[in-house]
């Protein structure tokens, strides 16, 4: 099939900094149990994107959402698992390299084309996580501590207070993006995981009691103008495809992956679904872009709040560091360089203080980026790993994810970007 091998192994395993695969709990010494699997998987996927998902379902409708919601929990699993048979093919040549990253695949599979083309849809991607994490943690303690009904639009030293906040963790983060490895980020990354799955059950108990009192008027379905939009945060909110063939190399029974990772899947889903539902439900037509803005500035909604904009913090140089590995092999030829992560760190805050909307940007990520390394790249890399061997419905169906996700990415991305420039004006 005219692999790259030797290439492949010599730009893969020669670097001594952690990598787009590195396990966000530092390295692994045993294989995973399928319990650890499942946790690992919840881990990977479940992210900021869900914030998003009741805002996006008072656009969309609620059941509109919802049946967009699981057709995109459904194909991402579709492809996540066309990524790990597409691995296992190629591994299963004799003189074929161990494949360790999504990146190794590409270029297996592609060549330097292949390669390139998913580290640039990682930084896109990643980079794009963080600058929403930004957004969110300054609009919050912008809400929580400037605002006020006498001044709704305040300025602190000429700045609006969400360009205050993000310049306030601008330091901070320069010194945590500049820890080289991610066993030292361990523990944030548990206590992030820990935090944002308390906050998600107390505001989920809190929409039911409110939606109990208030009863708003809801809508079932929204226009065809608002498809594109939903799409894109259901694509956001299902993150992690770059960690799946780690995880299924990390797995102690990899027959039993695909069940385990179907598993995950269909209860992620159901918890971002039940979340973005009761939202909506609680607050009809007032519901905010940042779900958590909704429940007023009570002791415990503050107490919430902060614990999210506590994980989304501590979470940035996780999200960062595929970033970091991509770019330090490109440009530094694998060695650890703080200046360049502080470029990337500063390249990122720039463009948080230039969207003016959580949700907006969590489209655009998710049309763009997010539908070509979830959907387009696994399809096409299985259609040629599999392309003498293929009937013609499983080229058919390789074919229109490649299609119509090509297709979806341009209309999106497009749609995502008049919305957020209209905004602006």
């Known amino acids: 099939m005219g692999f790259k091998k030797d290439e ?11 990598r787009e695969d590195t396990p966000l709990l530092g390295k692994i010494q045993h294989l995973s149990s399928p319990s650890k699997t ?27 959402g919802s049946i967009m919601l699981f057709s995109v929990a459904f194909l991402t699993y579709y492809c996540m698992m066309l990524l790990v048979y597409s691995r296992r093919k190629v591994e299963s040549h004799t003189k074929a390299a161990k494949i360790s990253s999504f990146g190794d695949l590409g270029f297996a599979v592609c060549g330097p084309v292949g390669r390139l083309s998913v580290d640039l849809m990682i930084i ?16 919050t303690l912008a809400y929580l501590f400037s605002y006020s009904i006498a001044k709704p639009d305040p300025k602190i030293l000429g700045f609006s ?40 059950g107390v505001v989920m108990v809190e929409d039911v009691m409110i939606y109990l009192q208030t009863r708003p008027v809801l809508e079932m379905f929204g226009g065809f103008n608002v498809f594109f939009y939903g799409l894109g945060v259901a694509v956001y909110a299902f993150e992690g495809i770059g960690m799946v063939l780690p995880l299924e190399s990390e797995t102690r029974d990899k027959d039993k992956f695909g069940k385990i990772l179907g598993l995950a899947m269909g209860f992620i889903s159901l918890l971002f ?76 805050t720039f463009v948080a203080l230039a969207v003016p909307n959580f949700a907006d940007f969590l489209s655009l990520v998710g049309s763009s980026v997010c539908i070509v390394l979830g959907f387009v790249l696994p399809s096409l890399f299985h259609l040629i790993v599999f392309k003498d061997e293929l009937r013609w419905h499983g080229f058919a169906s390789d074919a229109a994810l490649i299609v119509m996700g090509t297709i979806f990415a341009v209309y999106g991305t497009s749609s995502s970007l008049m919305e957020i420039l209209a905004k602006k004006a």
């Open 8 to 18: 492949a192994s010599s730009s893969s395993h020669v670097l001594s900094i952690p």
């Open 38 to 64: 499942f946790a690992n998987v919840f881990i990977a996927i479940v992210g900021a994107g869900v914030l998003g998902l009741p805002y996006t379902f008072m656009r969309t409708g609620w059941v509109m």
């Open 124 to 139: 896109l991607s990643q980079a794009g996580f963080c600058v929403s994490y930004l957004i969110f943690v300054a609009n």
């Open 161 to 200: 207070p969400k360009a205050m906040y993000i310049w306030g963790c601008f330091p901070f983060q320069l010194g945590l993006n500049s820890v080289p490895t991610l066993t030292l980020l361990a523990p944030l990354s548990i206590f992030a995981d820990i935090v944002e799955l308390g906050a998600m």
């Open 273 to 348: 679904g039940a979340f973005g539902v009761l939202g909506y439900f609680a607050f009809g037509e007032d519901t905010k872009d940042i779900i958590t803005t909704n429940l007023g500035q009570g002791l415990l909604s503050t107490f919430v709040q902060l614990g999210l904009c506590i994980n989304l913090f501590f979470t940035f140089p996780l999200m960062m560091n595929p970033v970091y590995e991509v770019m330090e092999r490109r440009f530094c030829e694998g060695r650890y360089c703080v200046w360049l992560r502080w470029l990337m760190v500063l390249a990122v």
